[in-house]
Structures are given as structure tokens and as C-alpha cells.
């Protein structure tokens, strides 16, 4: 396996100083070693993965060194505009190395999310004319290609990409995702109170990842069906507009929206979308721990800003942070008659149970389900 320090010692060999993307689990060793040894302003988290080829982009302008820009195959959607119309040779030609984590690879089992862009993801990077290499699981190997791309990007002026498999790089260890003790309250407790205190009927939206998960299995344990749930179990970033979508069609008396902090960051101008609506069947909760939780536990600026100041900017009629379960109990007892939109940017612990399950439903019978849920 490619060892996550010496390849990054290569990069630093080769020049690149500068790193950008949001995260993914197949490269989670390669980003925490990189998060554990360069200085805190050359390595950002970006909300988007098109954020990450503009930040690039000013990089190079500055430096007149290719960054390296790193995301999911899933990212490539958000990546795509700012790859074409800025960084392509034939407009600003901006060189740059983006390493893409390959989920959904053809011949690897994956999650049905996964499946159309892993076996979409080359012919994608055909499409948009981008040179693309997949990366070898042995360090000497994958080196020397790193350098290959590296001189090719500046040669042509214009990014190239490595396509990164499961399994390619070795565990990195860092202590850096240490549970804040001060906040106890976990994600799947204050699913549970919520899930406890709506209506029956309400429908549930929820965001990719771990929020879907433990939605799901919840469910299970308090014998509630499924049926109101939609899972959005991928489109990162988008649940919230799913479920404006749905409390506009005006067949749910009460639409819970439950979204991720990274998530809702990611396409943060929803938000105002959702004020803009005014959608009184709307709940938005943001499960807030700072952390990209479903894929490694790096983290988001979630719990540096204010969520409710920002909704009540974009229009939502209430908004709050709750910091605590006696708090969210409070905030659930009027929540039911509530006028919406509603915001509660709930403060939560990172982390989630090492044995937690995976949905054993298919996205299109859930979908079938949720309908029929919607049509009462
Ligand atoms: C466009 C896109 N980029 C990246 C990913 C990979 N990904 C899946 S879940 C996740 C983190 C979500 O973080 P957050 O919304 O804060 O929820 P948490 O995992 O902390 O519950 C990421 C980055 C993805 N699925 N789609």
C-alpha cells in the first residue's frame, strides 16, 4: 500500500505546498497526514469541490505552482464548471493535480449511491479532456507516477487527475479526532428525541452518510416505520432542497429536513432559498458537530459560525442553536406547531457506533414507499 507520508514528502519534493478539497474515506490516511503536517492555512476544506479547483486556481496565480486538489469521484459533479470554463487549457490554464477517490470502481462492491458515478467517473474525465492516471497501491510505483503528472500538468497547463482505489493508501495514525467532552449530546441520541417527539405523519428528509444511517436504524429499534423517510444517500448537500421540494407540493403537514453540517455548508445558498419560500411545513435541523463525520471526522468551520443567525437572515421565520439534549428537549415541544421554516442548528458530538448498520431497503423501494406515504 502507498505509504501516506512518504507520498506526501514527495509532493512536498515536487513543490506542491498548497492543498484543497472536502474529504472522502479512500483518502482519509493521505488527508490527515497532510492535515498533521502542513501549516494550517496551506490545506483547506473547502464547502464544495468546485471551491477546491478556484481556491487552487488563486493558488497558482500566486505561486505559479500546481496545488493539489482532492475529492471524491461523487465531487466531480461540483468540480466540473470551474474545471471547464477556469482551469482548462483553452481559457486560464491552470495546472493542478486532483486526486479523486474512486468509489463505485466497476468490479468493487459499493453502495448503490456509488454505482453510476464510479462507472461514469472515467469516461467523465475523458469528456472534459482530462488526462487521468490510476494510482499504483505500491509507494516507489505511485511516486513516480505522482512525478509524471506533476511535470505533465505544468507542460500542458491544464489539471490532470489520479484516480485513487480502495484500499491504496496505509493507516496514518493521529490523535487529532478526539471526541470534545464538553459536548455530550451524540447524532443518533438527538435523531432519537426528535424521531420521539414529531408527529407520526411527518415526513423525515435526511442527509447522505451516517445521518441516513442512523435514521434508519433507529427506526428499527423504535418499531416506527420507514415509510416517511427519505433517505438522500447521495447528492451531498441537497437533502434540504428535497425537502423543500416536498413541503411545497403541500401533501405533508410537517416536513423534517435532517441535514449535516458539511452538507449544508456545501450548497449553503439553500438557505436562502428556503427563506425565500417560507415554507411554513418546514423544519431544518442541522446536526451540527463540526466534523465530516460519515467519512473520517475531518473538519467543517460548522461550529464556528452561527447557522441560526445565517437563516434568520435568509428568511427563516425561527431560528436557534440548541446546545444540549434539555435544550432540545425544549425546542421539540413546540416544534409540532411551529410555523415554519424552522431552523435548529443543534450542537452535536462527533463519532458514531463502529457496528452501525446499513440500509437493507433499495433506493427505489424506499422511494416507492415515501410516495406512497406522500399520497396518504
Ligand atoms: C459531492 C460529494 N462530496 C463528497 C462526498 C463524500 N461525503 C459523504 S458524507 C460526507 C460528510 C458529510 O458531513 P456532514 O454533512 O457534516 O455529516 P456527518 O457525516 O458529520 O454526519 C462526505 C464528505 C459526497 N458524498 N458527495
Redesign the pocket.
Known amino acids: 500500500m502507498v505509504n501516506p507520508l512518504t507520498f506526501y514528502n514527495a509532493l512536498t519534493e515536487s513543490g506542491v505546498d498548497f492543498y484543497a478539497g472536502?474529504?472522502?474515506s479512500l483518502l482519509g490516511s493521505f488527508c490527515s497526514c497532510v492535515a498533521e503536517h502542513i501549516a494550517e492555512d496551506r490545506h483547506i476544506i473547502t464547502a464544495?469541490?468546485g471551491a477546491a479547483i478556484a481556491l487552487a486556481a488563486g493558488d497558482y496565480l500566486a505561486s505559479a505552482r500546481p496545488s493539489l486538489v482532492y475529492?471524491?469521484n461523487?465531487?466531480l459533479?461540483?468540480a466540473i464548471n470551474p474545471l471547464l470554463s477556469l482551469a482548462d487549457a483553452s481559457v486560464y490554464g491552470i495546472p493542478m493535480l486532483l486526486m479523486i477517490g474512486w468509489r463505485g470502481e466497476p468490479g468493487l462492491a459499493d453502495e448503490p449511491q456509488h454505482l453510476a458515478q464510479g462507472k461514469a467517473t472515467v469516461a467523465l474525465l475523458d469528456a472534459i479532456g482530462i488526462t487521468h492516471c490510476h494510482l499504483p497501491k505500491e509507494t516507489s510505483e505511485a511516486i513516480v507516477m505522482l512525478k509524471q503528472l506533476h511535470e505533465r500538468t505544468l507542460e500542458e497547463n491544464k489539471p490532470i487527475a489520479m484516480l485513487v482505489s480502495k484500499d491504496t493508501f496505509s493507516e496514518y495514525k493521529t490523535d487529532d479526532n478526539k471526541p470534545d467532552e464538553a459536548i455530550l449530546l451524540t447524532?443518533e441520541r438527538a435523531i432519537e428525541l426528535i424521531l420521539k417527539a414529531i408527529k407520526p405523519d411527518s415526513s423525515v428528509v435526511a442527509?447522505?452518510?451516517?445521518?441516513s444511517r442512523e435514521l434508519y436504524e433507529l427506526r428499527d429499534g423504535l418499531k416506527q416505520s420507514h415509510d416517511t423517510d427519505f433517505l438522500t444517500v447521495?447528492s451531498?448537500?441537497h437533502c434540504s432542497q428535497v425537502a423543500l421540494g416536498v413541503a411545497l407540493a403541500g401533501k405533508s403537514k410537517q416536513v423534517i429536513c435532517l441535514d449535516?453540517?458539511?452538507?449544508?455548508l456545501?450548497h449553503m445558498g439553500s438557505l436562502a432559498i428556503i427563506g425565500q419560500a417560507a415554507t411554513a411545513n418546514l423544519v431544518h435541523v442541522i446536526?451540527n458537530?463540526g466534523?465530516?463525520?460519515?467519512?473520517g471526522g475531518q473538519p467543517?468551520c460548522?461550529l464556528e459560525i452561527d447557522f441560526a443567525t445565517i437563516a434568520k437572515g435568509c428568511g427563516y421565520r425561527s431560528a436557534d442553536i440548541v446546545n444540549s439534549e434539555s435544550e432540545l428537549l425544549t425546542a421539540l415541544e413546540t416544534l409540532s406547531n411551529a410555523e415554519g421554516p424552522v431552523l435548529l442548528d443543534l450542537r452535536i458530538g462527533p463519532g458514531h457506533r463502529a457496528d452501525l448498520g446499513r440500509p437493507n431497503i433499495s433506493p427505489q423501494d424506499q422511494k416507492h414507499a415515501f410516495m406512497r406515504h406522500l399520497e396518504g
Open positions: 472536502v474529504p472522502d464544495n469541490e475529492m471524491q461523487s465531487g459533479g461540483n447524532r442527509s447522505t452518510g451516517m445521518i447521495g451531498m448537500g449535516g453540517d458539511g452538507a449544508a456545501m446536526l458537530n466534523r465530516h463525520d460519515s467519512v467543517t460548522g
